[in-house]
């Protein structure tokens, strides 16, 4: 997974990180491809796995309502990292909702390796 590397070291907060450390977590890391336009996280229901970086595509992050409309929409594309702040702060449910484009390439890192960075790398947590 060495191309994996400018890419982490392009994307906040792994690129608070020595080269050294992008490597493993590199290897750690699965690619997931969206065939179609995808619902791939829902607010609050879905369990993270793990955080996504965005390769190639696009994340549409929103909120729904309670009338299920979407609420402050944001598009995001690479270098995006994707599901930190679920991880850490939310029992690792989902914040927001979020729609990947059609094409959209993702490499997930396990959240026990997440879990393990922001432990041992303060800047990295913050």
Known sequence: MEHLIPLLQRTPPFSLLPESVLQEVSESMQKKTFHKETLAYRQEVTEMQGVDVIMEGEYETFFFDASQDKRCIEVHHS????????????????????????????????????????????EFFH
């Open 79 to 122: 270098p995006y990292c994707f599901g930190g702040i679920s991880v850490v702060l939310n029992r690792v449910r989902a914040l927001k909702s979020v729609m990947a484009k059609k094409g959209t390439v993702v490499y997930t890192l396990p959240k026990k390796e997440f879990t393990e960075l922001c432990n041992a790398y303060e």
